[in-house]
Every structure is written in structure tokens, then in C-alpha cells.
């Protein structure tokens, strides 16, 4: 926050053990106003000539007042946006323990590869047969995305795993309604310990959602889906390894409840990187999933892409994939882009999906191998167990008893008597110079901090993670509060009102009378 000038307000001058520095930057830490409070609307950045005298042809509809676009030289642009780009925690910087994201690293092999100019300056449009390469890097990536999970087809076009599970939802809606029951199966069960976007997905889709409860070991049993099965029900979302970290261990029994009931078995496989390589969830009776390329197959997370959510589908919905999809004839690969005459639902996308996230999620695989996939997810759940092992004396966990996947999830049961709270113990994390954990979800689980440290952590990473961890918890427990309550101490920004921001987002930036003068 800042005010006109571009002098931080109160709000920057953050750490108790220092007095407020006279710009309100802390050491290189800097305060970064919006560019609209930075630039001018008199300055430019390129010389442009006066254009020469010209009659108006719009007919009065144009623009009366100034557009008031900041105007910045090319260094003050150049450091705005470094300065914002370095406000950024990224797994760059350091590990990123958050449950379910899998935010593991992005190897540098999938960057280079990505920027050969062959992949990188494809345009959609192009004529196919200049376009063959990239076409069979398609089909590779299908290939390799099938054979790991044992099923029929894959849709790669979706942007996102959210993205996936519409597409998913929208090829068991086609196939409901090519059996002539659109009108009779609207209900989808969802977990209660679901992640928020399943029962979304399936709200937008026009299906109504019916939860699911967990039982007390952290599992949807068979008989909690068999009691909810009938005739109206069009499919179950179920997350496997669910969001507890724990394989649901009845998933074969439901998945046949779900069929013998007419119904479709969507699975959310976000986290498939606890999977991959050991089981394929097509063996278990799966019809629809998503995989979030950015999680299991490293490409990068970016702040909301561009993100690659390909679905892979079972022998019964294969036909209902939505186009387009790569077909081979003998003079090369087509992509079959018009659903006239198929049972595709329609497309997902403009064009073809995410053609550099393809490249770096098959640079991936191919640089890994069969063998390699398989170490990694072993990996990723030893470190997750670990972690688990060498917090279990000082942390409480709902479900110890079992192993856990690629993710452990811990509750604030250990915090009773503390005065603190999770959100306490995570924003300390900060002034450690971590991100914090996953926290408050899932939702089954009181306080849940839930810690997913992925294969690409060393042993001497994981080691610093869990001193760390451990001397915050002695901390709470021997009553330093002070470490807590207002932390984070060091952070460019202490505590926010998130609920402000969620209820009443300020989200246009108004210029104040003295910077633009009448013209506003
Ligand atoms: C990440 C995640 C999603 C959503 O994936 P996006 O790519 O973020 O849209 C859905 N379900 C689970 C369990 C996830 O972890």
C-alpha cells in the first residue's frame, strides 16, 4: 500500500525491532507502488511523431477525455516489473511444501527443449503438414499418458486440472444422454474431503452435488457410496490418493458398486505423482480422470497458467472425447478438429491446448523413463513419510496410524493450550523463509496443515524443513507467543484481512483528483 506520492503508508513499516526507514524500503526489500500510482500520463516511454492534422470520421463517439494510461520510461518499466517479479515465492527459491499442489522442481532440460524453435514458434493455424513434428509429439505424450494410467483415449486440450474435470464431466454427460437418461441421472456424489473444485465441476456441468462422508480413518468406504447409489445417480468424483494423502483402499469395491449402478467413475488425479508408475487407474475401474501436468509431470505452475489438464478415458466414454485429436492416415497425422459425425461433446479450447507444456511434460517423462516415473513417485512418498517420521513426537495426526502417500497431513490437536492457532504456526513459517504448508484443508480435518515436500527435495533440504518445524513447535509449546501471534515479522506484508479481501475486493484502481487534475 502506498499513498499518491509513492511513499509506503504505515502499513510497510512492519518489524517491531526497527524503526521505519525514511523510503520505506528495508534493506533491498522494496516497497512497489501500483504502476498507475508510478507512472505519469504526460510521460512516454517512445518518441512518437505528432501525427499530421487528420478529420475525425467517428462521428462524435470519440474518446472526450484523456485514457490516463501510466506512462513510464523504459528503466522505471523495466524495474517495476522486476521488483514485482521478485515479490514472487517460487519452488526457485525454496521448497514449497504445499499438500496437494505438488509443487515440485521444473527441470531445465523441459525449459530448453520448449524453446527450440520448432516447438516454440508453431502457430495453430499452420498447414498440418508443416506442423507433423509436433503433431507426433502429441501423440507420443498420448501414448506415454495412456499406457501409465491403463486407459482408452485422452483429451489433451483442457488448460487446468479444473479444466480436466469439466471435460471429464462433460463426456459422462454425453454418454448419459446418448443412453437416453439425461433427464433421470442429475446426482454426483463428492467426498466431503473433495477439493473445493469437484463439487464445482459438477455444478457447472447441471448436475447436482451429494456428499459423501469420510469415515473415521480418513477413507470413503463402500457402504457410505452404495447407500447413496440409485438410478438418479450420473457418476462419482473421487481423489485418489485423496486429500488426506491416504489411498482410498476401497476403491475397487466402489468403482464396481458405481457401475452395477449405472453410474460413471470420475477420479481426480491431481495426485497422481503418488501413483505413477505403480498403479494405473484404469486397473481399478476408473472412467474419467484428469492429470494436472504441473503437478505429476513438473511442468511449471504459473499464476493461473498456462497450465495443461489432459484427461484420459476409459473404453466406455473413449467416443464422447471432445475434438480435436490427432488421427494417423497414411499420408501423415490429421487432427480431426470438426465433431460433425462423431459423438465428440464439442471442444474444450479455441486451438489445441498447451503445445509448451506438452513439450516439457514429455521431456519429462521421456528424460525420467518408465523406471525413473516409478523412483520418483517412490521418492516423493518416502520424503512425505519422513517428514511424517520425524514430526510424529511433536505434531498430531488424524490418520498416523497408516503410512501416507505423497503428503502428510497434520491437525492442531498438539496446539490445545497454546493460545495459537494453525494460521499461526504457518505464518511463523514465513519469517523462516519457508512458504507455509496447505492449511484448513482438507476440510474433514480440524486445523489440518497438510505438507507435500515432493521427490526433488535433498536430504539436507528436508532435514533444515524439519528443524525448522521443530523448533517452532518446542516454541509454541514453551509459550513464545510473541514468535506467533503477529508474525509474519519479516515479510514484506503482516497479517492481511483476508476476509476483506474476499468480501470486498477492491478491484479498480482509481486515480486521486491531484494526480490527473478535471480530466477524470
Ligand atoms: C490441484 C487440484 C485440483 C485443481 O487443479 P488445477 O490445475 O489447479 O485447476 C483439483 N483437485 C485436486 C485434488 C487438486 O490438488
Keep these: 500500500m502506498s499513498n499518491a506520492q509513492g511513499r509506503p503508508t504505515s502499513i510497510g513499516d512492519s518489524s517491531k525491532h526497527h524503526k521505519p526507514t525514511f523510503t520505506g524500503n528495508r534493506g533491498l526489500q522494496m516497497e512497489e507502488p501500483l504502476i498507475f500510482e508510478y507512472g505519469r500520463p504526460e510521460v512516454s516511454g517512445v518518441d512518437l511523431a505528432e501525427p499530421e492534422p487528420f478529420k475525425m470520421r467517428l462521428n462524435g463517439l470519440h474518446r472526450q477525455e484523456a485514457i490516463g494510461l501510466p506512462g513510464l520510461s523504459e528503466p522505471e518499466a523495466m524495474r517495476h516489473y522486476v521488483r514485482l517479479s521478485q515479490k514472487n515465492y517460487s519452488i526457485d527459491a525454496g521448497l514449497y511444501p504445499l499438500g496437494s499442489c505438488t509443487m515440485k522442481h521444473n527441470p531445465r532440460l523441459n525449459e530448453a527443449m520448449a524453446r527450440l524453435p520448432g516447438f516454440a514458434d508453431v502457430h495453430p493455424l499452420q498447414p498440418l503438414q508443416s506442423v507433423q513434428g509436433a503433431l507426433e509429439l502429441i501423440q507420443d505424450l498420448s501414448h506415454w499418458l495412456m499406457a501409465l494410467t491403463g486407459m482408452a483415449a485422452v483429451a489433451l486440450s483442457p488448460k487446468a486440472g479444473a479444466h480436466g474435470e469439466a471435460c471429464g464431466m462433460m463426456a459422462i454427460k454425453a454418454a448419459i444422454a446418448a443412453r437416453g437418461e439425461a433427464e433421470t441421472r442429475k446426482i454426483v456424489l463428492v467426498p466431503e474431503s473433495a477439493h473445493g473444485t469437484n463439487p464445482a465441476t459438477a455444478a457447472l456441468i447441471g448436475f447436482t452435488v451429494r456428499a459423501v462422508p469420510a469415515g473415521p480413518d480418513g477413507i470413503v468406504s463402500t457402504k457410505a457410496v452404495a447407500d447413496l447409489l440409485g438410478p438418479d445417480v450420473a457418476a462419482i468424483m473421487l481423489t485418489n490418493p485423496n486429500t488426506c494423502g491416504l489411498f482410498e483402499r476401497e476403491i475397487i469395491e466402489i468403482a464396481q458398486k458405481v457401475h452395477e449402478a449405472g453410474a460413471y467413475f470420475y477420479c481426480d488425479g491431481a ?175 480440524h486445523g489440518a496443515m497438510l505438507i507435500e515436500p515432493t521427490e526433488t527435495e535433498s536430504l539436507a533440504s528436508l532435514n533444515l524443513f524439519i528443524a525448522t518445524l521443530r523448533d517452532l513447535a518446542f516454541a509454541a509449546k514453551n509459550g513464545e507467543q510473541d514468535r506467533f501471534i503477529s508474525a509474519p515479522h519479516y515479510a514484506p506484508r503482516r497479517r492481511l484481512d483476508e476476509t476483506g479481501a474476499a468480501r470486498n475486493p477492491v478491484l479498480r484502481w482509481s486515480p486521486p483528483k491531484a494526480l490527473t487534475g478535471e480530466r477524470v
Excluded at 282 to 288: H, K, Q, S, T
Design 271 to 445: 495426485n497422481f505423482n503418488a501413483l505413477v508408475g505403480k498403479v494405473r487407474p484404469g486397473d481399478l475401474g476408473v472412467d474419467a480422470m484428469h492429470i494436472n501436468l504441473h503437478k505429476t509431470f513438473s511442468t511449471p505452475h504459473g499464476g493461473g497458467g498456462p497450465g495443461a489438464g489432459p484427461v484420459v478415458l476409459s473404453q466406455r466414454l473413449a467416443a464422447f472425447a471432445p475434438v480435436p485429436f490427432v488421427r494417423a492416415d497414411s499420408d501423415g497425422l490429421h487432427l480431426v478438429e470438426d465433431a460433425r459425425g462423431t459423438q465428440a461433446f464439442g471442444r474444450m479450447t479455441a486451438f489445441h491446448g498447451q503445445m509448451g507444456m506438452f513439450v516439457r511434460a514429455l521431456s519429462y517423462i521421456l528424460s525420467h523413463g518408465a523406471d525413473g516415473l516409478q523412483q520418483a513417485c517412490e521418492d516423493a512418498v518416502l520424503n512425505a513419510n519422513y517428514i511424517k517420521a520425524c514430526l510424529s513426537d511433536v505434531m498430531s495426526m488424524p490418520f498416523g496410524e497408516r503410512h501416507c502417500l505423497h503428503e502428510v497431513l497434520f491437525d492442531d490437536e498438539w496446539l490445545k493450550g497454546t493460545g495459537l492457532t494453525t494460521l499461526d504456526f504457518a505464518k511463523a513459517m514465513i519469517d523462516e523463509g519457508y512458504h507455509p504448508m496447505t492449511v484448513y484443508f482438507p476440510l474433514v480435518v
